[in-house]
């Protein structure tokens, strides 16, 4: 005769850790330790879809770009033939495209967050272009946001800066790329 088998209940076995649920883009985004940047918010608060209107560049490294890139690849897209699709799968003229076409902003929407994301994933990846253009359009945003100007700025030093920061960004290039990163390259 067979038994039915009974699952074990989930419930943390640690209740500091009870955070620590989901897939691993979830655990990465989640963190215990407080933000010591001194800025107001912090990655671990914030959707990644919101990474490019909330936080300055140096609070953006290599873990961030990875939940870009993974935020971006969970988004369908149902307009196959627009800017949009390409500039979520990597394209640096399609986003910066698709960026410039949404001016001027007035209202931050979803179509918003997820093309400016797009161009937030080929700034942090080290195009300078896309870093230009971010930071434009960050200083030019009709959303009444305290700390747009000082985003701008953040974008600003990242580009004079250079490439000693780039770190995972170098790497891309490399070899070490994402799956639809330069999609141009391999066709």
Known sequence: MLKKMEMPGREPR???????????????????????????????????????????????????????????????????????????????????????????IDEVTLTVDITMTALLRCALRGDATSTVVLANILRRVGINYPLAAELSVSWYTRLARGSSRRGFCALGRSGFRDRNDHAEDRA
Do not use: Y
């Open 14 to 104: 640690h209740q500091d850790l009870a955070v620590l649920t989901g897939d691993a883009a979830d655990l990465a985004r989640k963190s215990i330790w407080p933000s010591t940047s001194g800025w107001p918010s912090n990655a671990q608060d914030i959707s990644p879809l919101a990474w490019w209107r909330t936080l300055p560049s140096d609070l953006l490294r290599d873990a961030e770009h990875l939940l870009v890139i993974d935020t971006l690849g969970r988004i369908c897209m149902f307009d196959r033939d627009g800017k949009l699709p390409a500039a979520v799968r990597g394209d640096t003229a399609a986003a910066i495209g698709a960026a410039l076409s949404l001016l001027p």
